[in-house]
């Protein structure tokens, strides 16, 4: 019995103790490269099931490219900086926010994160290792080291002497929560339903007329500077009760009657551009004073600005509100006619003392009462909830606010023709997230790379406030060759913030407080996973990446920063090839997520099926694509095990009743069916090696399980007799196929594929200590048999069909038939009948098998099946069934589809009702349909019988704990006479004597089929 639990510990314990990994990787060494980047997982808490699906993948290219002879460059890595570190700290100490952790201490809060990372990274090893994962975590690469912090700096300074790092007051995505700036690939999208606001705003000078603005940012309004309309468009002045108001005319009629309830009444039509420069009165202009002090700086502030890129009709009023504090596109615009981004809010999204009524509201929180206080002022004119995509920190999930701040910025715009050049001589799988990265490249910006946090790496540029002269520095060897003072043994915060640097001026330099994006630890891997710059022997060697694999989210994320540092500081991309997953749902198709509740443990799959099921189930989702979990697909993995493992404990216990070792015959009289599997094998390899090499991993669990499967349920089923008769023969190729199939086997579930083996190596006396340590195998074209493979598997088909017609007729399989018919028109499978009917003939227990082009006797009605054609063609239906003819269904029946108008028909799209003559029972198969035939005359009832006592008899023996060498004696008492079968009953149960009458043996009633028989036995 498959004991996955046993296996999986033994097989641990074993490559542990041998120290099996270590010598695989040091068998190819200074061999041709393979350099692999770990994509580092987070270590802010135990592995989920993505991780397991995402480095499983890993794993099965990294095995077989050690198993094809290569030098593999596999070092573990983790992501161990940033907010989910600092999150799940302070939840520890009960910290609420960045003061709060002021007071708990930075350097007892920076300690408590190193220890907090560094644990779970240790976990995180130990964790992947039980998977089978095999890396190199002895050498892992952590970001919380100095050396790595300095490779990091390196790349910053890298920036700089290139004119590439810049400071600038931008407006961008800011997270109240977490108090920090956030960039483009640190914020997650998600629709929302929200209140957007139509308010007006009165043209100044005017009576009663108003433009019409739209928002669903209410808060913003506090923050208003100008307003936005196409030069292009056409906008009107309507009659509102007595108001005028102005809209885009595209817009008006669906405002005025949807929206607003009043009848169009057009005044007045014009062109955008005709607005440009007209002022308007700001509703909060008593209460937010800071206004008249911006409009007497900025002429252009509360006036129309123009814009042909950020108005369109498709939704609003065609008159956008322009807030260049709160939005990037506002900023643009902002910045285009000298209007500044005024922004108040604080780093926690709170307004300041000194804006009236707004004082102590916070952004985004309080809309309501933004638009509560639009009320009061008598300009809200509608609140309508909408849907639409709107940011979300990445870290804490809750909703961004926009905020005008400095940061620094690494200017990649320019750079945005070489990396698309790049990405297009990049190999990926699938081609859809070549398509998706190429999307994002073009629509790349210059990103923020500076926090305002305490856990990450130091920025290291120093500054003097006196003379604003600033240096960035790359290494503590530059900081001393700087006379830098109070150099720490540690380069985190708050220790690094001590370091000063004379300054020229006569004053000292000291250290920015911010420290760098998360996202630019991982972007530098490329490098600093290899230790450079402080060596250059393994940058020369390896570098650059010949492969990388990550979820999709990674494409604004680390496949994003990989390329920018990368173009950054060397100039050049910094992998080759690229394999995308999806991501992982629950069985509801929502991803897995701590606050939906749908987690599922690695842990958990584990210990109900396995590791290698876990390997195996995951890593057969098709590549880019979703995979929602489902515990049903999982058990039917762990099922196929089951099988691999019947095969050689089969094997083993078969062979050693022989006495034969298949591992050294050379058997004679090869037949059909070990062409057949020795075929299968070689086309499997040749099919693997193809796959493993373009990177197709979701591609290989299912042509290793069609082969092993193939073994087992096709070959050892097919040679049941065969192995009686020649026994070296099928033992040496189920050996074979068996052990070139553990070897690739081994990519995909370690565990078994190791355990399998050696249970092989003990009882044939094979010869290597791990199936790891043999070469990945080679196919011989010669035995390919493509026609071969196509007859069975038509056969295989027809066999299905057979035994399906069987059930439907309520006839075991070990009742013998008289015939039955193959009524097919496709030529193939007539010569597969010819070429294998006996062999169907043996699987299936039929006397005579035939093939027709017509059943005589039978009458069949076609007819459309108008729902299932409905269903999948919708609204072409209706065309199909005009054209569908029964010459075209009889057509679709034969063949089993059908092109039709340039729709794929296949048979579920037909009705199909026989009337048979008696005796005669049908089944479908894919290219066509068989007939058996029912009535037994009694010689084949005889037959019937027979075997059924003889699988009795077998059960019996088995329980009496007999092995095949042992004889008996027996007696059969029957209403149903079994004497012209006793000579092949005694064979099959090895008996040395049978008797039809009572004997005195120790006697089992039987039943079968409503006859009553008494077996005796005695041993």
């Not at 270590?22 to 270590?43: A, C, H, I």
């Not at 308007?280 to 206004?291: F, G, L």
């Not at 015959?665 to 599997?677: F, S």
């Amino acid at each position: 019995m498959y004991d996955f639990k046993s296996v999986e510990n033994e097989i641990i314990e074993f490559w542990e103790k041998n120290e099996i990994y270590k010598k695989v990787s040091e068998m190819n060494k200074g061999k041709k490269k393979f350099y692999f980047l770990q994509g580092p997982p987070y270590t802010s808490g135990k592995l989920h099931m993505g991780h397991a699906w995402n480095n499983s993948l890993k794993d099965m290219i990294l095995r077989f490219k050690r198993m094809q002879g290569l030098d593999v460059w596999d070092r573990a890595g983790y992501d161990m900086h940033g907010l989910p570190t600092e999150h799940k700290v302070q939840a520890l100490f009960n910290l609420k926010t960045k003061e709060d952790i002021v007071k708990f201490g930075l350097e007892k809060f920076s300690q408590e994160c190193l220890k907090f990372a560094s644990t779970n990274a240790k976990q995180m090893d130990i964790d992947l290792w039980r998977m089978g994962i095999w890396m190199d975590y002895e050498n892992a690469y952590w970001p919380i080291r100095n050396s790595y912090i300095e490779g990091i700096w390196w790349l910053i300074k890298k920036a700089h002497e290139k004119d590439r790092l810049y400071e600038g007051l931008r407006t961008i995505t800011w997270c109240s929560s977490c108090a920090t700036a956030l960039a483009k690939h640190e914020c997650q999208y998600k629709e929302v339903t929200e209140p957007s606001i139509f308010v007006k705003f009165p043209l100044k000078g005017k009576k009663n007329e108003f433009f019409i603005i739209w928002t669903t940012t209410p808060w913003t309004i506090a923050l208003n500077l100008a307003i936005m309309v196409n030069p292009e468009l056409d906008y009107v002045k309507v009659d509102a009760d007595g108001e005028k108001w102005i809209m885009a005319k595209g817009l008006s009629g669906a405002l005025m009657g949807g929206v607003f309830n009043k009848k169009l009444k057009i005044l007045e039509e014009f062109k955008g551009e005709t607005l440009e420069g007209v002022e308007y009165v700001h509703p909060w202009a008593n209460e937010i004073k800071q206004y008249a002090e911006l409009k007497k700086n900025h002429p252009k502030v509360h006036t129309i600005l123009l814009s042909e890129e950020y108005v369109t009709l498709s939704a609003g009023s065609g008159l956008v509100h322009c807030a260049p504090g709160c939005g990037p596109e506002d900023y643009e615009v902002g910045y285009v006619n000298n209007i500044p981004p005024f922004n108040v809010i604080d780093e926690y999204g709170v307004f300041p003392d000194n804006v009236g009524k707004f004082s102590g509201l916070v952004a985004k929180k309080d809309d309501q009462k933004f638009i509560d206080a639009l009320e009061e002022a008598g300009v809200l004119l509608a609140v309508v909830s909408v849907e639409h995509d709107y940011a979300h920190c990445e870290r804490c999930h809750n909703p961004v606010v926009f905020r005008a701040t400095k940061q620094w910025f690494f200017k990649v715009e320019d750079l945005k023709e070489k990396m698309l050049k790049a990405n297009s001589e990049s190999y990926w799988v699938p081609d859809a997230g070549k398509n998706a990265f190429e999307s994002w490249l073009n629509h790349l910006r210059d990103n923020s790379i500076t926090k305002q946090r305490f856990w990450g790496t130091p920025v290291p540029i120093w500054r003097c406030d006196k003379c604003n002269e600033y240096v960035v520095v790359e290494s503590v060897d530059e900081l001393k060759k700087l006379k830098a003072k109070n150099i720490p043994n540690n380069l985190h915060k708050p220790w690094i913030d001590a370091v000063a640097i004379p300054c020229k001026c006569g004053h000292l330099m000291k250290r920015i407080p911010d420290i760098l994006d998360v996202w630019i630890d991982a972007g530098s891997a490329s490098w600093n996973c290899l230790e450079f710059p402080k060596r250059k022997d393994y940058f020369d060697r390896y570098f650059p990446a010949d492969f990388i694999l990550e979820a999709k989210e990674q494409v604004r994320g680390w496949f994003n920063l990989l390329m920018v540092a990368s173009m950054i500081a060397l100039e050049k991309p910094c992998f080759k090839a690229v394999y995308m997953h999806g991501m992982l749902t629950g069985i509801d198709g929502q991803k897995m997520s701590k606050s939906l509740g749908n987690i599922i443990s690695p842990y958990e799959l584990i210990d109900k099926h396995g590791a290698d099921t876990l390997r195996y189930y995951m890593c057969s989702t098709p590549a880019g694509e979703d995979i929602s979990f489902s515990w049903t697909e999982a058990a039917q993995r762990h099922r196929h095990l089951v099988v691999l493992w019947n095969v050689h404990q089969y094997l083993i216990e078969y062979a050693k009743n022989e006495g034969i070792n298949p591992s050294k015959v050379k058997p004679k009289g090869v037949g059909i069916e070990e062409k057949y599997i020795n075929s299968l094998l070689h086309r499997s390899i040749k099919k693997l090696t193809e796959v493993y090499e373009e990177y197709k991993l979701d591609e290989v669990p299912k042509i290793l399980e069609n082969l092993f499967l193939e073994l087992s349920r096709t070959y050892i089923k097919l040679t049941r007799d065969k192995v009686v008769d020649n026994p070296e023969l099928v033992l040496h190729t189920i050996f074979n196929v068996l052990f070139e199939t553990l070897k690739m086997q081994a990519t995909l579930t370690p565990f078994i594929a190791e355990k399998i083996y050696l249970n092989l190596k003990e009882a044939f006396d094979l010869k290597e200590e791990s199936i790891h340590f043999y070469s990945w195998p080679k196919f011989n074209a010669k035995k390919i048999d493509e026609k071969l493979e196509k007859e069975f598997s038509d056969s295989q088909n027809i066999v299905q069909a057979i035994l399906a017609a069987r059930e439907k007729a309520n006839l075991g399989v070990r009742w013998p038939l008289p015939f039955a018919t193959v009524v097919s028109s496709i030529p193939e499978v007539k010569e597969s009948v010819n070429a294998l009917g006996n062999l169907i003939k043996n699987q299936t227990n039929v006397k005579k098998l035939e093939v027709k082009d017509e059943i005589a006797g039978a009458r069949v009605e076609v007819s459309p099946n108008k729902g299932q054609l409905g269903k999948d063609f919708k609204q072409d239906s209706r065309k199909i069934l005009e054209v569908l003819d029964e010459e075209k269904m009889q057509k679709l029946r034969d063949k089993g589809t059908l092109e039709v108008l340039g729709f794929t028909l296949e048979r579920k799209h037909i009705n199909v009702k026989e009337e048979l003559p008696e005796n005669l029972t049908s089944a479908e198969f894919k290219q066509g349909n068989v007939y058996i035939d029912t009535k037994l005359s009694l010689d084949l009832e005889a037959e019937g019988f027979a075997r059924e006592v003889v699988r009795r008899i077998q059960s019996l023996r088995k329980e009496s704990g007999l092995k095949k060498q042992d004889k008996i004696k027996l007696s059969i008492e029957s209403e149903f006479g079994l004497q012209s079968w006793g000579e092949e009953i005694k064979t099959k149960v090895g008996a040395t004597a049978l008797y039809f009458e009572d004997k005195g043996f120790k006697l089992y009633p039987e039943k079968i089929k409503g006859k009553n028989f008494k077996i005796g036995l005695k041993i």
